[in-house]
């Protein structure tokens, strides 16, 4: 029965787009009754083709089938600290945020420099689960994309044709009892930019955004996409083990946007896509050192304990 109307929906779905051509939603926005192109068929949607690609993002990641990869060191920041002004947007599917400073990103096994072109965010309904990527099937309220090009490409564009063109790095969010005060920047732009094709300006570093550095030493890496349409295979992707600490008024905060259509803007994630033998890579190097040095103490006091004086 259930099957029956899912087939009669795509059925009459695809007559209406025939005529009409459609934009991309996410299924939060009820694909089927706004005749726009849900996940299940974004590459139908304009140069969308390789959303039915085998090296897909986001996935779920199985951390015991992780490979741990000690190559893949801390990373190396420049500009992240530097304060800029840029444009907040509502572009109608995510808030958006081009960096209007330079900054870039190497190291990491990364093959070179890459800069930082904009950020923006993915998140549930209210608090609730919002991240793209999932943990052992655990799917955090909210996630961060700040995505990077190799500093030889002139263009965003001219990036998506190099097989490792992009580089995003991807953060959880985690509910935390108090107010993260470095994120007051941009949720207090939030109300200004309620309705889709707005924006205002907002200060900010890239560094306000993300966690101290002792916390990124812990990361996944796979290829995979852009989460969005287009879908572009040519995204090396890092995914941060540490949560970033919003409050629940913070992270409800983001559901005050709206789509285009005046709903509210919720559950603005792809679901997870299939791994297809892809391998995710773990920098687990650190933790390792971090359990030794605790072995190494707690062997010191373990024999200082033992021995009488
Ligand atoms: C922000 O809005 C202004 C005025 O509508 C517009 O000219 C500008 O291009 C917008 N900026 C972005 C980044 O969309
Ligand atoms: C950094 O990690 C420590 C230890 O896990 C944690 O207590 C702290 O809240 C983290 N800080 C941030 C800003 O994520
Ligand atoms: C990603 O693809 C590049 C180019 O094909 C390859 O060199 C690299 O090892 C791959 N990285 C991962 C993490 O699989
Ligand atoms: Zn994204």
């Not at 795509?10 to 726009?36: L, M, R």
């Not at 420099?113 to 943990?135: D, N």
Request: one cysteine or more; aromatic letters at 10%; proline letters at 5%.
């Amino acid at each position: 029965m259930h099957l029956l109307f899912i087939s009669a929906c795509i059925a009459f779905f695809y007559k209406i787009n025939e005529v009409s051509g459609s934009d991309w939603c996410y299924e939060s926005q009820d694909p089927c009754t706004s005749h726009c192109h849900g996940p299940d068929i974004w590459q139908k949607t304009n140069d969308a083709k390789a959303c039915a690609g085998r090296s897909q993002s986001p996935i779920n990641i199985v951390t015991k089938k992780t490979k741990l990869d000690e190559r893949l060191t801390p990373f190396k920041f420049t500009g992240y600290n530097t304060v800029f002004t840029s444009d907040i947007v509502n572009n109608g599917h995510s808030v958006k945020v081009g960096v209007a400073s330079s900054a870039t990103i190497s190291g990491g096994q990364l093959e070179t420099t890459y800069k930082a072109v904009q950020f923006h965010l993915h998140w549930g309904s209210e608090g609730g689960p919002g991240s793209e990527h999932t943990v052992d099937g655990e799917q955090y309220p909210m996630e961060l994309h700040i995505v990077h090009m190799k500093q030889s490409h002139s263009s965003l564009h001219e990036a998506l044709g190099d097989k490792t063109g992009v580089a995003v790095l991807g953060f959880f969010y985690e509910e935390s009892s108090s107010d993260n005060r470095k994120y007051e920047p941009i949720i207090n732009s939030l109300k200004e930019i309620t309705q889709t094709s707005t924006n205002t300006t907002i200060s900010l570093s890239l560094n306000f955004l993300i966690p101290p550095v002792k916390n990124m030493t812990n990361y996944y890496r796979y290829n995979g996409s852009l989460t969005t349409p287009g879908c572009a295979e040519s995204v090396v992707w890092t995914v941060f083990e540490h949560p970033i600490p919003l409050s629940r008024a913070q992270l409800k905060a983001f559901s005050k946007l709206k789509f285009s259509d005046g709903k509210p803007m919720v559950r603005t994630f792809r679901p997870v896509q299939p791994l297809n033998k892809r391998i995710v890579y773990y920098s687990a190097s650190n933790t390792v050192l971090a359990s030794v040095a605790l072995l190494v103490v707690s062997v010191a006091v373990a024999i200082r304990l033992s021995w009488p004086n």
